[in-house]
Every structure is written in C-alpha cells, then in structure tokens.
C-alpha cells in the first residue's frame, strides 16, 4: 500500500553525504562537501564523510533494521554527484543503478521511500562558478531531478525537491559556518531565492512527466514565540515568521514571494536584480502537493535594538559557545530559563510542534504536511553494549503526542519520520552529535546497535500506527 492510499508513515530519514560513505566510488565526483571537509576551512570537528555510517555498502542491513523496527517509510536522499558526477554533463549509470537497488530493496519489505533531491550536497564545479547564488544551477538542477523522475518514477510516489533552503542557506552565507563559509545576509537572500526557483522548475519538470506521485519540498519551520505579550514583541515574531518560515512557506506553497519580502530586503539595503521577469509564473507552476516540516525547536523572539547583524551556531556542544543572535531591525533570539536546552542550545520543548502545525493549518489550509525531521542530538555513550537514551525517548513521545493532538484537530499531517535512522556525520558537529535510533560503532567496523529509543519507537508504532 502506498501513502496516497491513506497509510500514516511511521519512519526515519538521513542524507546522503551524511551515511553513505562511499564518496569515491562508482563514478562519484566531489562535492562542496567532500572538498570542505579536505580542506584546512574544516577546523571545528575536522572530520570527513568519507565513510560516514557506510550506508552505501550497508542499506540492506539498516532496510533490515528499520522493518524489525516497526517503520514503514524511509525518507532518504540521493547524491547528485553520483547520478551526474560535474553536476552537467554525462549521467552516471553505476549512480543510477545504486538507487535503483536502494528503491526496490524498500519496496521489497514493505517500505515507502520518501525520495529527497538535494540535501545540502552540491556538485564542486557547479558550486566553484557560484553555485546556489547563480541561476545556472536551477537549469542543472531541473535536469537531474528529470534524470530521477525518468529513471525511479515508476516506483516513487513521495518526492522532495530541496532540503531546508533557509537553513542551509543561513549557515553558508549569515552563519558561516557551511561551505561558502561565509557572512553576508545579501549573499543569502539570492542563494535561497534560486533554491525555491529550481524547486519550482522540478516540480513542473514532474508534472510534465505525468507521474502519478506527489511532489514536496521541505522546510524547517518553526513556532514563533515571544515571552512578552506587547506590539514591540509582536512585530519582532512577525519579522521572524517572515523571516524563517514565510520566506519559504508561501513560495513552495502559494507559489509566490510574500508580498512585503522584496520591499523589506530593498529598505535593508540588498540587490535584488535576480528576481527576474517571468519568475512569478514559474513559481506559481512550480507549487508543492505537500510540505514536508523539518520540526525541532521554537524560535523565542524578541524585539531588535539595533545592534549589528549576528548569527551563529553552537558546533562544540559548549555552554560557552552559545551566544545571542539578532538580526538587525528585525528581531534578537531570545530565551527562555525555564525550558531545558541541549548541549548544544537547542530547547527540548516538544509543545512547540502543536503550535507549528496548527499555525501551518491557517496559513495553507489545503496542503498535507509530513513531519520528515524530528529528534534530538546527544553524545550517546555505549554502556555494556546498550545506549540508554532515555532523554531522547522523553523528547520524541512529547513530539508524537503534540503531533497526534494537533491531527486529531484537523492538521492534516501524514507522516512522522524520526532523525536520524542511524547515527551519521552531523555536518559541521561531526559525529559526537548522535541523533540515530541505531547506535554506529565508528570504532568497530560500523557496527549497528540498536537503542532503546529504537526499541521505544518500534512499540509506539505498534501502539498508535494505523
């Protein structure tokens, strides 16, 4: 049975660059990532996905460990450097034909997959000339999500186009912490803007084919919060609505830019040239069936006061690598003492789900959503041979429970995916950062452990799937 037939999706994601491995093999060529993590600009967990989980070699081993789990749905991403190793030119066969087994080994047990495009893994010579920040990548990107269509439509019915344009975007270009490494709001704003055209472009790309799927994108998106109820504190929420969570949303969804989102980014000061005539109608073409929510904190705001633009993130898992971030004349993150936070920074406040999703009901009323990220990152320990991550089960059941509430008032949300389905390499935090259901023994040739959250999740699934 597939999701279109009406099945809640109970499963687990990862990303390519971040569990296969593999990253020379089979035709593969380099992408932005691989060069990053070679190169010296690598300096806080200087680590590489080389081998990563080795999921590339093992994908029928954790497929194995997913059905023991009780999960029906693998959301799972492909290489574009292994399908088109430059990004343009020649097809890879030997890429293809490895997603081919991927695809058919889900079936085979009874797993949907939930197929994402990109995730954040460019190919180098697209990225050298500029990448997301030139339009020439929306074209490259339209034909290899054809190249995909073509070869696995027939056997994928759930797509997704990109993966978190305004995160990955924010650490590339605000944060800088992700390759280009660098801080320039401007830079941004084009980047993620021809990341929400190529969506588009895909996505007519697959209506033209006919295909009988549906096609997404995904967006981490958050409940925007405030501890002060005051028009200073409301402004600041509705800047950063906009900010994160508008400025993708409605593209994807309404297929158009919010109307105050030019207007804003020309009064701060940036070139928006690259908004070209025509656009409009190739965004309203290029509209989702669904949104696919990346759903992990609230942001807690407050108004600005003018201090310069700061963005950062906590890639150590240090207290003292937290610090306050704002964006001018928009809104200052706040926080809150009374909810607990990771070691990392991030609030463990799984109620914030509930307020999401229903904001997400009023703004796009028609269109399902799927829950294709959710979990918690912790220095998992291995102890007699068993992880006990009860901290992890706590904070995923106040999610499902959130979640199940906000469906049974009318959200339509079809599916629940658990990051991460192993442990993997966790982009700039490395592979400390442990977010897997299943523990990976880097030490000993990969060896999957499963841990009690695995074990917690098979008998949720079991209790509440349908």
Not at 65 to 78: D, K, T
Not at 290 to 318: I, M, W
Not at 341 to 348: D, H, I, R, S, T
Not at 359 to 380: C, Q, S
Request: charged share 25%.
């Amino acid at each position: 049975m597939s999701a279109a037939a009406g099945r809640f999706l109970w499963g687990s994601a990862t990303a390519a660059y971040q569990c296969e491995g593999a990253w020379r093999e089979a035709d593969k060529g380099p992408s932005n990532w691989d060069v990053f993590c070679h190169s010296e600009a690598n300096s806080v967990n200087p680590v590489t996905g080389d081998v990563a989980a080795d999921h590339y070699h093992r994908f029928e081993e954790d497929l194995d460990l997913m059905v023991a789990g009780g999960q029906n749905a693998y959301r799972f991403s492909i290489a574009w450097t292994r399908v088109i190793p430059d990004g343009t030119g020649a097809v890879s066969e030997a890429g293809l034909a490895h997603y081919d087994r991927v695809i058919d080994a889900c079936l085979a047990r009874g797993i949907e997959p939930m197929v994402t495009l990109y995730h954040y893994d460019l190919p180098q010579p697209l990225f050298e000339r500029g990448g997301w920040e030139r339009r020439e990548t929306c074209e490259a990107f339209a034909r290899y999500a054809r190249t995909c269509f073509e070869r696995y439509g027939d056997r994928v019915r759930l797509w997704l186009t990109i993966n978190e344009p305004n995160y990955d975007t924010l650490c590339s270009y605000a944060i800088g912490n992700y390759p280009p490494n660098v801080r320039d709001l401007d830079r941004r704003w084009r980047a993620m803007y021809h990341m929400l055209l190529a969506s588009a472009h895909a996505v007519r790309e697959f209506r033209s084919l006919g295909l009988s799927g549906q096609i997404g994108l995904v967006s981490d998106s958050y409940y925007i919060d405030t501890l002060v109820d005051d028009p200073a504190y409301d402004e600041a929420a509705r800047n950063a609505d906009l900010f994160f969570n508008r400025s993708v949303n409605d593209v994807a969804v309404l297929g158009t830019l919010p109307p105050e989102m030019r207007e804003r980014l020309e009064a701060d000061g940036c070139d928006t040239s690259y908004v070209l005539p025509g656009d409009e109608d190739i965004l309203a073409e290029g509209r989702v069936d669904f949104l696919g929510v990346n759903a992990y904190e609230r942001e807690l705001v407050k108004p600005s006061d003018g201090s310069p633009t700061n963005l950062t993130a906590n890639n150590t898992g240090r207290p003292e690598d937290n610090h306050e971030k704002t964006v001018r004349g928009w809104f200052t993150l706040d926080s809150d003492p009374s909810v607990p936070k990771n070691a990392w920074g991030m609030e463990l406040y799984p109620r914030s789900v509930y307020g999401l999703l229903m904001d997400l009901r009023e703004k796009y009323p028609d269109t399902p959503v799927y829950i294709t990220e959710n979990g918690m990152g912790y220095a998992d320990e291995l102890v007699d041979g068993r992880v006990r991550d009860d901290y992890r089960i706590e904070y995923l059941r106040g999610f499902v429970e959130w979640i199940l509430r906000a469906r049974a008032e009318g959200c339509d949300v079809r599916g629940y995916f658990v990051w991460s389905t192993m442990d993997l390499y966790s982009w700039i935090n490395g592979y400390r950062k442990r977010y897997g259901l299943v523990y990976v023994d880097y030490g000993d040739d990969c060896r999957r452990i499963p841990k009690d959250s695995f074990y917690w999740y098979r008998d949720m699934i079991k209790e509440r799937g349908e």
